[in-house]
């Protein structure tokens, strides 16, 4: 039952990355000797600013996370962030401790993924 229930997640997880990582593209950033990936808060909620634009429309059933709690989740060390762009995005910068697991790839490798902690997934 938890072979079923883990290829079901797969398949959705999967389905949801294709979605919405379709569009991704790579910026080439120049590199510092000193590069510190970093994960940086900005929460703005539309009850403190009228004028905030609305939260963009998603035609996929993937579950989202605030950058907000996933920040947190950050900061306790319990969960794992898989960038799911091309290699050479990755190698650019990514969040200091992801994995990278690119989009086309994962159905292949969902066994690298630890079963003990929450996963984050994103592609920009």
């Known amino acids: 039952m938890r072979y079923k229930l883990s290829i079901l997640l797969i398949a959705v997880f999967t389905a949801a990355l294709f979605t919405a990582c379709q569009n991704a593209s790579v910026e080439s950033k120049p590199e510092t000797a000193n590069q510190i990936p970093a994960v940086t808060v900005t929460p703005t909620t539309t ?60 159905e292949s490798r969902y066994k690298d993924v630890p079963k003990d902690k929450k996963i984050i997934a994103y592609c920009s």
């Not at 709690?69 to 898989?82: C, H, T």
């Open 47 to 106: 009850a403190n600013n009228a004028n905030a634009p609305a939260a963009p429309a998603h035609n996929d059933n993937a579950p989202r996370i605030s950058l907000e709690d996933a920040k947190k989740a950050y900061d306790n060390g319990g969960v794992l962030f898989i960038d799911t762009r091309a290699e050479p995005a990755y190698k650019v910068e990514h969040i200091k401790g992801a994995i990278n697991i690119p989009v086309e790839t994962i």
